[in-house]
DNA sequence: ATAAACCTTATAGTTAACTCCAAGGCAAGA
DNA sequence: TCTTGCCTTGGAGTTAACTATAAGGTTTAT
């Protein structure tokens, strides 16, 4: 599969998936004859991963990190070093979904209480509860 | 409440306080005599509700056209107009809640698998079902 | 009364993550 | 064979969101 249809199938444009490879946040893709890149099943699966994650919101660096183990030589040490970074970067996930959980809240009960609230809060009337003081 | 504590007190610099302000994120800030920003209670409102939108996720382009609206008479359209970017606001936490689960799941998956499944994804070798359809 | 530690604005610089461009090679159809 | 449409690399440009600097005013402690 050529750049092209490896990006369109991602929603991805061919330069950004040059721009992966070239500061390594994905291993070299192979090549045909002409040198041109031929995507494999093992390189979409690496496409899909990067897309996954950094739509999650983890940075280029934490993945650079990780595709940098996945190349090395599979040691005790590497292995652990990977599960240490899969378990990090789990960590991030549930630490952004609870954050999210507490902005839904926070926002759902603007809607909520829209009229009363909202209005007082845009104006300069006072507050009788601040926001801030965790009162959701 | 001087910059600097407004600042501390919400794990932000007074760099970025100036900015949100100067920008439109938020409204501007009470002055004292000596024309130094001093904080009301509204102004800290305005800072968590920014800071919970901005790590949630939101851009600064948003909270202007909010911060906007909430600066304009409150007619009926601009009432319509808040409430239309609130539910909005909220669909997209929403679609972000999602996209986290279904990445956590995907990470959690190869954690589990990580011994059979992992070392065969990031080596050459060949993989029987590709990541990318959907099979977490 | 002077130094330290705040504050102000205006403007320039930085960082992350792309995104685009130039110059040229390869492949398929009229 | 020539045009169209891919592809390549290297390097420059862009955008969002800060972040830092300069030049100067204020407040507080010694």
Chains 1, 2 share one sequence.
């Not at 240490?84 to 954050?99: C, S």
Request: hydrophobic fraction near 40%; aromatic fraction near 8%; charge should be negative.
């Amino acid at each position: 599969m050529n750049i092209k249809e490896a990006a369109t199938k991602f929603d991805l444009t061919a330069d950004t998936l040059r721009y992966y490879e070239r500061i390594g946040v994905m291993p070299p893709v192979t090549r045909n004859q002409s040198g041109y890149r031929d995507y494999q099943v093992r390189d979409l699966n690496w496409i899909y991963l990067v897309k996954k994650l950094r739509d999650a919101g983890l940075t280029i660096e934490s993945l650079i990190e990780f595709a940098t183990l996945a190349q090395m030589d599979r040691t005790q040490d590497v292995q652990a070093a990977q599960k240490t970074i899969l378990n990090d970067q789990l960590e991030v996930i549930d630490q952004k979904i609870q954050e999210l959980n507490d902005t839904r809240k926070l926002l759902s009960f603007k809607i909520d209480t829209y009229d009363e609230h909202l209005a007082l809060f845009a104006d300069g009337k006072t507050m009788p509860d601040p926001l801030w003081k965790e009162n959701l």
